[in-house]
Structures are given as structure tokens and as C-alpha cells.
């Protein structure tokens, strides 16, 4: 990957970091409920349940995807970004570009979703995609 996309899919994972980390401390700081323009899917989710959990589950949330940004961060540090986890091949620019986080490519991830509906095991989708906004259009 040329340098140039590097630093634009680092800057738009550390601007993505710093909002939700500002997120996280405006709803810490006032224990407010979510402003919908904010995060409009993690409304809808909630509307049936608007309840305490609301809170937890959105921390949760933010955790988690801090903690891939943070990985895919370092990834582009130590020169592995846009690598499969799992197969070692690169990982097609358009899914890079629709999810910045992940860290498999296509293929690898299907397989995963096979082995996991195969063997039943609830993990976390992929879908913890930003929801904020799309990546910059290059230019
Ligand atoms: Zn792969």
C-alpha cells in the first residue's frame, strides 16, 4: 500500500479514535441519554429497550472499537495494514476503505462466519463498522 493511503486511513483512524473517546467522556461526564444525530444506529437498536443498559452496551460497543482501531494503528506502524490475520494476503481496497478495522479479508472472513454458524457460536459481527461517517472519497 502506497504511503499516501497510509496516512489517510491513519488519520482518519486516529480522528475516528478521538471521537469516540470524546464521546465516551461527554456520556461519562454528564451521564446524559445519546443525542440521536450522534449515533443514530445504536438508537434505533435501543428504542424498544431504552433502559439502563443503553449506557453499558454503548461503552461496550466504543470499547471494542477502539480496541481494533488501536490494532489496525498499530498495523500500519509496523507495516502490516491491508494484510490478512489469516491467510497473509493483502485485503481488497474497497472492504478497506467500507471497514477500516478489519484486519481479515473477504475470504477468510466468510470462512469464518461458515465455522461459526456451523459450530453455533455467537460471536460479535462484523458490523461494528463506523457509523459516523464514510471514508474520505480519495482525491
Ligand atoms: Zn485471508
Redesign the pocket.
Known amino acids: 500500500m502506497r504511503k499516501k493511503d497510509l496516512e489517510k486511513f491513519r488519520k482518519f483512524l486516529t480522528g475516528e479514535r478521538n471521537r469516540i473517546l470524546q464521546h465516551a467522556i461527554r456520556m461519562a461526564d454528564q451521564n446524559v441519554t445519546i443525542d440521536s444525530n450522534d449515533v443514530p444506529d445504536i438508537v434505533d437498536l435501543a428504542t424498544s429497550d431504552l433502559s439502563l443498559n443503553l449506557n453499558v452496551e454503548i461503552r461496550e460497543r466504543e470499547r471494542h472499537l477502539l480496541s481494533k482501531i488501536d490494532t489496525v494503528l498499530a498495523k500500519i506502524d509496523d507495516g502490516s495494514f491491508g494484510i490478512?490475520?489469516?491467510?497473509?494476503?493483502a485485503?481488497g481496497s474497497g472492504r478497506l476503505q467500507a471497514r477500516p478495522v478489519t484486519t481479515?479479508?473477504i475470504?477468510?472472513?466468510e470462512e469464518e462466519e461458515e465455522q461459526e454458524k456451523r459450530g453455533g457460536a455467537r460471536r460479535e459481527p462484523e458490523d461494528l463498522r463506523f457509523p459516523l461517517k464514510p471514508i474520505v472519497n480519495d482525491n
Open positions: 490478512c490475520d489469516e491467510c497473509g494476503e485485503i481479515l479479508c475470504k477468510c472472513k
